[in-house]
């Protein structure tokens, strides 16, 4: 199993939408609007890292409202 928390800076007035959105793809399992240098912080898990990979760019990064990510690979799971 792969996971990642993926930082998620949202166009203006668009982050309430794209946390929606993103909350619903397959393998987010979650998705919070923060406050600070990011929008939204997810948490992706996956079966390993091509999958984790796959979610984040073909489906987060291509959302609508998201202008931006950055991805952290969980490198310890409990």
């Not at 998620?8 to 946390?19: D, E, H, L, Q, V």
């Not at 912080?41 to 996956?46: L, P, R």
Request: charged content about 15%.
């Amino acid at each position: 199993m792969a996971a990642a928390y993926v930082l998620i800076n949202a166009t203006p007035g668009r982050a309430g939408a794209a946390r929606k959105h993103i909350a619903d793809i397959p393998g987010v399992t979650s998705a919070h609007a923060v406050t600070g240098a990011y929008d939204i912080i997810a948490y992706v898990e996956g079966s390993d890292i091509n999958e984790l990979g796959n979610t984040v760019v073909s489906q987060i990064q291509a959302s609508d409202g998201v202008a931006q990510t950055m991805t952290c690979v969980v490198v310890e799971l409990p």
